[in-house]
């Protein structure tokens, strides 16, 4: 479990500690449309879910979209702050696809260290992502204070394996789907401030009609 530790300036200029861990991930290939949460994620923690699917995809209630792509393929991003409900709730719903095979889902739980009192998601894009279509992200656009999470995500299906470009990822987590078709590939990187914009694409080919990428950067506030 890696610890990222970032600085935020309080208002009064006084310099007050907000730091964010990477608790746990969970991933599910075979069960069709629903996910359970990381074990061990309690209420405050943020949750980021990643999702690919062939057909529609679902936003749970209280979700927020990060980032997504819609196509016969879909690739969605998710983020909620983990209420006493979402925990005892059980099993998220992801999808409403009819096979179970056309499913590839992900969550991941980031633990703050003082409750996160606000949200915003910027430069959101998602395209198609094949011949080196590339997105970037700027966090000089933020209306929120550091720390910001430069999220990154993609989908291919059938041929090839993918891997979002960069080496400042603080993590990637890849998931095959359970018919070996779709290949789906979560990246994230922590950033202490403003000052550093990210521009990242994915290596290889799979099928030019259903290869799908999408990024943005996610601010917080204590």
């Not at 309690?42 to 699917?53: E, F, R, Y």
């Not at 989908?155 to 890849?174: C, E, R, V």
Request: aromatic share 12%; proline share 5%; hydrophobic share 35%.
């Amino acid at each position: 479990m890696a610890k990222l530790a970032h600085a935020l300036a309080a208002a009064a200029g006084n310099a007050a500690s907000f730091e964010l861990t990477y608790l746990a991930s969970n991933t599910n290939t075979t069960s069709g449309n629903t996910l359970a949460l990381p074990s061990g994620t309690q209420v405050g923690d943020l949750v980021i879910s990643l999702t690919g699917t062939i057909g529609a995809q679902y936003t749970p209630p209280g979700w927020t979209t990060a980032f997504f792509f819609d196509s016969t393929f879909e690739i969605n991003c998710l983020y909620k702050v983990m209420e006493a409900s979402d925990i005892s709730g059980g099993p998220v719903q992801l999808a409403t696809v009819n096979n179970p095979d056309w499913t590839s889902m992900q969550f991941h739980t980031f633990r703050p260290s003082s409750a996160i009192t606000s949200t915003y998601v910027g430069d959101s894009v998602a395209a198609r992502s094949f011949a080196g279509t590339s997105i970037t992200v700027n966090p000089n656009l933020s209306i929120l204070g550091p720390p910001h999470i430069i999220l990154g995500g993609n989908l291919f299906y059938n041929l090839g394996t993918p891997n979002m470009t960069g080496t400042f990822w603080d993590g990637k987590t890849n998931t095959l789907g359970f018919n070996n078709a779709i290949k789906m590939q979560f990246a994230y990187e922590i950033q202490p401030d403003y000052s550093t914009s990210r521009t990242f694409s994915q290596t290889g080919t799979g099928n030019s009609a259903y290869d799908l990428m999408g990024g943005c950067y996610l601010s917080l506030a204590p």
